[in-house]
């Protein structure tokens, strides 16, 4: 039959840069980066910040003005959106019409930017707003928690949730630059600072068995809130997601997710506390429960196993939740595996650990395993380890 | 500075099928591509239907519910929705949310396919709720419109009007299939037959002379809807729209808009008609604007001018309106050119002819040239040629 061929490949391409005090005067980085693209256009920067942040860091609006002040190779919009932190601002979408108001309230083109700053869940929603306004506004992500430093504002996908689901609405949009200032992980509550380590976790026991070495080294400096050790793990751990990405299929088109490691299990439980236990936590649980799954079946040595659940509690993390406990083969976990087979169009796969370091993908799990894995998890708790 | 650097690309690939009857029972062209992605999945595909397609081709539906019946590879979600033709489905969102509103309600997956069957209006509105929800739906668009089939369809363009602005929202996103299928031309009115046709003509006049010549050969057997000579159009109109696609820049990072020669000024006409004129008649008028002002400015013979005018009268198309002439100096068109001039941040870039099939693109527009050639079409009239 007749017909014409398309096809073609398009290059996406960013850096994420690393610093402290993004917005010092003297500090270059963002000016440089802005400077780079000769342009006959007068461009425009808009700014978009998350209000626990802006509460935290009372003179973050005056430090960007002086240091647009100085560094003019761009013209801010003087009037700075603040929208709340967390993950109401991507439940309710009068925050995304904001931004997309602000857009045409301020003329931002296709020849500006719209930074971001706080943390993944403003990055998702801003992110998302920025991919549709005309067809897509050059965006900066400015990420201020550890999870978004680490993982998600250094990732191509963005979104806010719809009908009560989670990322219902989102694109996969490359941000143009991503720069990480560890000045603001200094103001994460504990949580915070706590959560987003399960993402450094979750890819090293996928990929990278020296990254998870070095993790276990420094379980208690981490604990301590050393900024050494976290800027080290953010670094390790964005390359490897940022080499995850560029290496298989960066947009998903096929089903496997390998990051996704840890995941099925947290994602319900996200749901099921109403958002009380936070993303990072309920990956640190998830992995906790595939992790001894992967040694309950065979996959997995007990020392390794063991390893895996002692890091996560010297860390401070819960290792379980009661709504992640299967009794008698009753759970809503279950309920939630059978939500996941769907949303994978009736094939389910999920990563497991055949070794510290080594993910290998299955297509089946079992129900008394799991069970099984939930008491086994029940028992360890940060006391018995002591 | 210390910094990550990300790199990829992502390749997008789709066919553009040309048929006649593609829901009859024994064309194999739909079911021979949904057939090809093996898939553990059970798949689905949700139809949106352009209410004048549907008005003017009442059978469509029970001819897809059959089709499906004997051709079982995806499941048709039995309900189809059925929306607005035209402008209206892209200036009111109450469209785009009743499209993500069934994503939700029947179970719409990313292996499950949306399809839309309309003009160039339904396809852009569906495009776009297809590609943000859960981060883009595999969409297929069966266009039934002249222009549709020969341009907007086929493209990676979609969006929807916000603010009262043109495709304020929108994203680029290729689709993975389209189906060009002759039946439906047969129930346009005479204006929607016409007006695809000034795309052929613009693509013919930048890029291909012998195309040009072959349109000159055929206008009478198109002005007289002879189906042949359209069909042929539209594939070789397709043809080039994709080859400058794949072959430039195809999520328009840069600035440059070589498709968009004849359409500054029919974007402002068709928004100061408020969408009385069509887009086709208003880039037939932007064409002949842009091709005298070649002309004037010694860029384009007077033989060469007149042969696109010729053209252009003979389909039936008007060369100008009131809204576009400049007098004494004044026009709201020479605001649109403004207006333009900040899209594009500051520099204008504007497509005219060095002769017939060659584009060269300039950054001034001659207030006093304008007001010239907007008084030379206005004296051609149809009566006048004969
Ligand atoms: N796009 C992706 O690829 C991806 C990947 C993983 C997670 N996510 C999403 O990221 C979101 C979670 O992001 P998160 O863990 O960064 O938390 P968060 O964005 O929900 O922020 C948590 C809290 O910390 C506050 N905060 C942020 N930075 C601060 C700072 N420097 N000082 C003080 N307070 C600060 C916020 O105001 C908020 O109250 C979820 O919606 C999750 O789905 C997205
Ligand atoms: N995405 C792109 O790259 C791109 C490019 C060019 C134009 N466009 C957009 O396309 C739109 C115009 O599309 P169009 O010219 O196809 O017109 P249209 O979609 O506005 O449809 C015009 C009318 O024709 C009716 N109709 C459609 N098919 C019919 C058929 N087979 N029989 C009878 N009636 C039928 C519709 O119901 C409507 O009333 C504009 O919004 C324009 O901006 C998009
Ligand atoms: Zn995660
Ligand atoms: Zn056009």
Redesign the interface.
Known sequence: ???????????????????AGLFEVGNN?LANFLSQTK?????KIFFVIDAGVAEAHPQLRSQIKNYFATHTAVKLVPEMLIVAGGEEVKNDTQHFDQV??AV?TY?I????YIAAIGGGSVLDMVG?AA??????IKHIRIPTTVLSQNDSG?GV?N?IN??N?K??????A?PVAVFNDELFLHTLNERDWRSGISEAIKVALIKDANFFDWIEEHTTALAQRDMMAMAELI?RC??LH?EH??GAD???SG?SRPLDFGHWSAHKLEYLSNFEVRHGEAVAMGIALDTVYSQLSGRLTPTDSQRVIDVLITLGFEVTHPLMQVNEGKSPLLAGLEEFR??????LTIMLLSAIGMGEEVHEMDAALLEEAGHVLANKTHQQLQ
Do not use: C
């Open positions: 039959m007749e017909h014409l061929q398309q096809s073609f490949t398009v290059k996406f391409e960013y850096n994420v840069f690393f610093t980085i342009s006959a256009a007068q461009r997309v108001e045409n003329g083109d296709r020849h500006s998302y991919a549709v306004s005309h067809r897509g250094i996908k979104g719809y009908f689901k990322n219902f609405l989102g694109t996969f490359p670094w964005a390359k940022m990405i560029a960066p947009f998903e089903s769907e949303h994978l169009g009736g094939q």
